[in-house]
Antibody, heavy 121, light 112 residues
Framework: QVQLVQSGAEVKKPGSSVKVSCKAS????????ISWVRQAPGQGLEWMGG????????HYAQNFQDRVTITTDKSTRTTYMEMSGLRSEDTAVYYC??????????????WGRGTTVTVSS | QSVLTQPPSVSAAPGQTVTISCSGV????????VSWYQQFPGTAPKLLIY???QRPSGIPDRFSGSKSGSSATLAISGLQLGDEAAYYC?????????????FGGGTKLTVL
């Protein structure tokens, strides 16, 4: 069974950057996809972007393409999401989520537990 | 303002059937597959339905999905107290320059 294990909670100052990791463990697979989805307190889900490591390129939602970089290390099955220019409105739970043995990005079958990022001065 | 429109809340009694609607437009729901997620407070979402009407392994057949035109529906039959959660629909939206996954605003299900 594939699991996505995320890094721990972060507290950041406005204007700084944060880098969250997501490691896929368990199972065997030759291809997979990882998306990043955030959820502000009391709000709904917002897709930020995703990556298909087999193809090597990330795909970003327009709202995030200037501030977010998604990278992946295939050797460690770890995907990273880095966001710069943090502001208080970026305070949210950040989930990595994806699929195994497919290149589909438009739904997510496996989810991490989430990483809380708090932006506060 | 979410791209997909869901009712903020629905309610029904145990044992009954409830439906949750998800409305979009031709370019997103109309031309792409819809998925549904269940989320309990403080936990990650869980995939319930993908490709409009397919259930992942382990999801009871009490949960079913359908799509017609630019709208989709999640139906939950034989409601249980444990179904009380938030439900989100999602699909691909190819508009704007990059395309993206879009979600509905979520529907809170109350089991009376």
């Amino acid at each position: 069974q594939v699991q996505l294990v995320q890094s721990g909670a972060e507290v950041k100052k406005p204007g700084s950057s944060v880098k969250v990791s997501c490691k896929a463990s368990g199972g065997t697979f030759s291809k997979y996809t990882i998306s990043w989805v955030r959820q502000a307190p009391g709000q709904g889900l917002e897709w930020m972007g995703g990556v298909i490591p087999l193809f090597g390129t990330a795909h970003y939602a327009q709202n995030f393409q200037d501030r977010v970089t998604i990278t992946t290390d295939k050797s460690t099955r770890t995907t990273y999401m880095e966001m710069s220019g943090l502001r208080s409105e970026d305070t949210a739970v950040y989930y990595c989520a994806g699929n195994v043995n497919t290149t589909i990005l438009y739904y997510m079958a496996v989810w991490g537990r989430g990483t809380t990022v708090t932006v506060s001065s | 303002q979410s791209v997909l429109t869901q009712p903020p809340s629905v309610s029904a009694a145990p044992g009954q059937t409830v439906t949750i609607s998800c409305s979009g437009v031709t370019s997103n729901i109309g031309n792409n597959y819809v998925s549904w997620y269940q989320q309990f407070p403080g936990t990650a979402p869980k995939l319930l339905i993908y490709d409009n009407d397919q259930r992942p392994s382990g999801i009871p057949d009490r949960f079913s999905g359908s799509k017609s035109g630019s709208s989709a529906t999640l139906a939950i039959s034989g409601l249980q107290l444990g179904d009380e959660a938030a439900y989100y629909c999602g699909t691909w939206d190819p508009t704007l320059t990059t395309g993206r996954v879009v979600f509905g605003g979520g529907t809170k299900l109350t089991v009376l």
